[in-house]
């Protein structure tokens, strides 16, 4: 085969792969991050990690007999060269789009993803896991965790690791180091002591003298193995994993095959128990904007492979996460109590721009949405103003923290939830769908809603005034609605909604920013012949009881809409309506929440509209709440 052959043309899944020598694995790897680059340049997307990994993707899946032996990426996000070696290349430039693959790894998309993953640090557990089942089974397929850095910084991820040294099940654990610098200088000598100790002479004279010490008094024998381990850890590093269970191997300099296949080999033919394998990566390898670039290019929006220049969409309104943090600034600014939490998504919460404004009321805890919790119900003790900014879907992983660290004792931490509703691209594993359900059922919490970005201005001021029990105002991904911004935040009155628009026949009461939808229906409903009264209820806990009954007085036709699930705003709502009899008469109530499903990754407004949460969805279903009798003098479909 000439030179300059694409291999990759050659290659569908990794059994191609492992057709060819190991002196053709550095060319396949070349290709695969270029067409890695291409594919995320039309996509966008996680571009960074996937191009720290690309050469210990290919020296995996040449080692490796995927996907018989299981291969598990930690989050995801580094998974797209595996994507395109596991028979997905000719669907990788639908990548985060509608009906397309998945930005993560996902068991219905392919078998070589044997796990799913998007939040981190999941991965040693649900090896462990597999593992186990091989073991009861008694099959000898071997169970790969690829963790990075920062995912470790995840208590799970130890647990996870305590409990397999315990069980003693043979588990390898690649962790990908591109950041952390816990490695000393990775070289030639680094790479032949991982050679040797994890090689078959190495292991048996190992076990030779382990035999021979058992036949030691146990002071004595006990004193050889410390003797042993910490000489061996003097030259790898690696003593805190030794500790909890498992053989430290490394560290190995991830881009070079030379050092990886040989390696990789020698722990695939091990038999002892939990293996740890530490390689070093640089993030963004190979492509030298990512490689200059502070983020390391990390998510990316599409640009030109050529300069590495990002598109830039204009933006007709601040995004609701800029508007968080620089509200915050302002309200910090007057108030030295306030600090900002958030683990490890500083970027993604607007706690980065805080951070430049006041860096020492910033704390990055890491992926550690536990220990945010509980740190700022410590700070709350003490008098200081936590704001625990986290995704909604993130905070999920702090939830017995919120109820028995924050809830129960009362403590004015506030929570700010980005990604509120559905997210787009990133699909159901980061939708903001639970957080009202979840938090609401939680004696002494407040839960608000922006309904647009001049209303989070005023709810950042609202939760910075709130010292009375924990409080929770949620947003979501993206643009504003383009309202005029207030230029300070101004209190809410806790528990109290506004009126939008007057009507008398018809009333739509928005929790959140489907308050623009509402207003649009309303407008196609009044073109109609039926009057609407479109109402803002701000709070979900507590209800402004006394607008929800005029509604209810005042209307035919009551509709609640939420960008949340089954159990929020709405069930409130219609729990009130009953316990004061407001159902006894001719109202007609229907709640709009997201449906019972995951629903998979898309633009948003085709998600909402899935959904049935758009403007044409609150149309129809107010004319199918009226009945075709009551509506029959409406003409016209429903809008658009």
């Not at 039309?42 to 899946?61: N, P």
């Not at 990055?364 to 919790?373: R, S, T």
């Not at 005034?465 to 911004?485: F, K, N, Q, T």
Request: charged content about 25%; glycine content about 10%; hydrophobic content about 40%.
């Amino acid at each position: 085969m000439p030179v300059d052959t694409p291999l990759l043309d050659t290659i569908v899944t990794p059994h191609d792969l492992r057709k060819l020598p190991e002196d053709k694995l550095r060319q396949v790897a070349d290709e695969l991050r270029a067409e890695t680059i291409d594919a995320v340049s039309v996509t966008g997307g996680h571009l960074g990690a996937g191009l720290g990994v690309v050469e210990l993707t290919v020296a995996l899946h040449h080692i490796f007999d995927t996907p018989d032996d299981r291969l598990i990426w930690d989050v995801g996000h580094q998974a797209y060269p595996h994507k395109i070696l596991t028979g997905r290349r000719d669907r990788i430039r639908s990548l985060r789009m509608g009906g397309g693959l998945s930005g993560f790894t996902k068991r219905a998309e392919s078998e070589y993803d044997p796990f799913g993953a998007a939040h981190s640090s999941t991965s040693i557990s649900a090896g462990l896991g597999m593992a186990v089942a091989r073991d009861l089974d008694g099959r000898k397929n071997n169970v790969i965790a690829v963790i990075g850095d920062g995912a470790m910084s995840a208590g799970m991820a130890y647990e996870a690791m305590n409990n397999a040294g315990a069980m003693h099940s043979r588990l390898i654990v690649v962790l990908n180091d591109n950041d952390m610098s816990i490695a000393p200088p990775v070289g030639a000598m680094s790479a032949y002591l991982a050679r040797l100790v994890s090689g078959r002479t190495y292991r048996s004279l190992r076990e030779v003298a382990k035999q021979l010490t058992r036949r030691l008094p146990k002071i004595i024998s006990e004193k050889a193995a410390r003797a042993e381990e910490y000489a061996r850890a003097f030259w790898t590093g690696g003593t805190m994993f030794e500790e909890l269970g498992f053989y430290y191997v490394g560290p190995i300099d991830g881009h070079n095959l030379d050092h990886l296949l040989p390696v990789l080999k020698n722990v695939r033919d091990m038999e002892t128990g939990p293996i740890l394998v530490h390689v070093v990566t640089q993030k963004g390898k190979g492509y030298a904007p990512a490689e200059a670039a502070s983020d390391k290019y990390h998510g990316v929006v599409t640009f030109d492979v050529v300069t590495g220049a990002q598109a830039k969409a204009k933006a007709n309104a601040p995004a609701y996460t800029r508007v968080f943090g620089e509200s915050l600034i302002r309200e910090a600014d007057r108030d030295d109590r306030i600090v900002a939490i958030t683990a490890a998504m500083p970027s993604g919460t607007g706690v980065d721009l805080f951070s430049k404004a006041h860096p020492k009321r910033t704390f990055d805890v890491g992926i550690a949405e536990q220990h945010a919790v509980t740190f700022a119900a410590g700070l709350a003790t003490e008098g200081y103003k936590p704001f625990c900014a986290i995704y909604s879907t993130f905070l999920q992983r702090g939830y017995d923290q919120i109820v028995h660290d924050v809830a129960i004792q009362n403590l004015p931490v506030r929570f700010a939830l980005d990604r509120a509703g559905l997210v787009g691209a990133d699909g159901p594993t980061h939708a903001g769908s639970f957080d009202v359900a979840y938090l609401g059922c939680l004696p002494n919490f407040t839960i608000m809603a922006a309904a647009d970005e001049a209303e989070l201005v005023h709810m950042v001021a609202t939760a910075a005034a709130h010292d009375s029990g924990p409080i929770a105002l949620r947003y979501p991904r993206g643009e504003g609605v383009g309202v005029e911004m207030p230029e300070q935040g101004v209190p809410l009155e806790i528990g109290k909604g506004r009126i939008v628009r007057e009507g008398s026949r018809v009333a739509i009461l928005s929790f959140g920013t489907r308050l623009a939808e509402a207003l649009k229906a309303a407008e196609d409903l009044e073109a109609r012949g039926l009057s609407t009264t479109v109402a803002d209820a701000r709070f979900a806990k507590p209800l402004d009881e006394a607008l929800i009954l005029r509604l209810a007085r005042e209307h035919e036709v009551l509709i609640t809409i939420e960008e949340g699930s089954i159990g929020g705003f709405g069930s409130y709502v219609l729990h009130l309506l009953a316990e004061n009899g407001a159902l006894d008469g001719g109202l007609k109530v229907r709640s709009m929440v997201m449906p019972d499903v995951f629903i998979d990754h898309d633009k948003p407004d085709r998600m909402y509209a899935q959904a049935g949460l758009d403007a044409r969805s609150i149309v129809t279903k107010v004319f199918e709440t009226l009945g075709a009798g009551a509506g029959a003098s409406v003409s016209g479909p429903a809008a658009g």
